[in-house]
């Protein structure tokens, strides 16, 4: 029986959620519930599903989550502006070599007939280095087709060691912290059917407040909530005198979690509160069986593809306080304009040449 690719249906729905479940490559961001976000998360894009299935009779070989999107310059396979998750191979893909190629093969070649099928300029994909087969070299087959390696880093920490050991594993400064923040926060994990609207309209309340303005549709608030509930999700709480003063919101799939976002009471100032929200994190993830923890992008410096800000780079080194190592996040993006290229490559080689005389970051 030869290999076949379908577009996704709701019918397939239970198909797909079986592969994410049992797949190597899959995470949170492959699951129904992700793509159902992120469509939702920008409005202006007008994101449309065409995702797609690799099967042979029956039995479904691998996932594509692809979403169509209208930015202002024209058409992109992306997810929310973004790097969307790469094709994803069941654990019956890995049998062999020869069968993992030709499941590749037909996934990959499908996602270009559908890109020229839109008029696509650009494609990005990225690995999550929360999925078992992360190290591997998944980027080869779309580096063979001409894709361009626009990886980044993020930090991970194992959560194998005991409370101590990462407590150890922290910066000086944050160890400090985390102390100071245990004699000011009362800190406390949502998770589950048991956690009440009105707590989890708190953080949405406070995520406005933080930011000054409303960031996103409601539909993703109400998504979040129900992830929270259905145990997708976990929402932890900082609070002081019995008013909450920080929220950090963690995505939960298979072994693996990751820091989705965060926001602090502008009123807080000073005080510590993103540590208090991020051990809290750490310590309820451990005592509930996770193994590792994405905490976040890790931007150095200037790249040829990306240049940060002063304010992500502060970020990031943030975020590498609090111990973990840095592991790559494996990003492509395939190009079906010529025209476009040049324009993405002159903008960005113009940004990294401007960025040459300022002081790189020692702070690593």
């Known amino acids: 029986m030869s290999l076949e690719v379908i577009p996704f249906s709701p019918g397939l729905s239970e198909a797909w959620g079986a592969l994410c479940g049992e797949s190597p490559d899959a995470w949170f961001w492959h699951t129904r519930e992700w793509l159902d976000y992120s469509v939702a998360y920008r409005p202006d894009l007008q994101a449309r599903e065409r995702s797609l299935l690799v099967v042979e009779g029956s039995r479904v070989h691998a996932v594509a989550p692809l979403l169509v999107e209208r930015h202002p310059h024209g058409v992109e396979l992306s997810f929310g502006g973004g790097h969307g998750p790469a094709l994803a191979l069941g654990a019956a893909g890995g049998a062999s070599d020869g069968l993992r190629r030709r499941v590749e093969d037909a996934g990959w070649q499908a996602v270009d007939g559908i890109a020229r099928e839109e008029g696509a300029l650009r494609a990005r994909f990225a690995w999550s280095p929360l ?42 400064g944050h160890r400090a912290d985390v102390k100071r923040a245990g004699s000011l926060f009362t800190v406390e994990v949502l998770h589950g059917p048991q956690v009440a609207h009105e707590r989890l309209a708190a953080y949405q309340a406070m995520h406005a407040r933080a930011a000054g303005r409303v960031t996103r549709a409601q539909a993703t608030f109400d998504m979040m909530f ?71 992008w890790q931007q150095y410096g200037p790249l040829p593809h990306d240049v940060p800000s002063a304010k992500e780079v502060n970020i990031a080194r943030f975020k590498r306080g609090f111990g973990g190592q840095p592991l790559p996040l494996h990003r492509a993006e395939r190009y079906y304009d010529a025209a476009f290229y040049r324009q993405v490559a002159a903008e960005r080689t113009e940004a990294y040449a401007a960025s040459l005389s300022q002081p790189a970051d020692a702070g690593v």
């Not at 909450?244 to 979690?257: E, K, Q, S």
């Open 131 to 172: 999925a078992p087969s992360a190290q591997q070299q998944h980027l080869l087959p779309l580096l063979a087709r001409g894709a361009v390696d626009t990886s980044l880093a993020t930090q991970v920490i194992d959560l194998g060691p005991s409370l101590n050991a990462l407590e150890r594993g922290m910066r000086k």
């Open 226 to 296: 129900d992830w929270v509930r259905q145990g997708l999700a976990a929402l932890v709480e900082a609070s002081q005198d019995g008013q909450p003063v920080g929220f950090a919101l963690l995505f939960l799939h298979g072994a693996g979690a990751y820091y989705g976002s965060g926001c602090t009471d502008p009123d807080a100032g000073d005080l510590p509160v993103g540590h208090a929200l991020q051990w809290g994190a750490i310590t309820w993830l451990r005592e509930h069986g996770y193994a590792r923890y994405e905490i976040g």
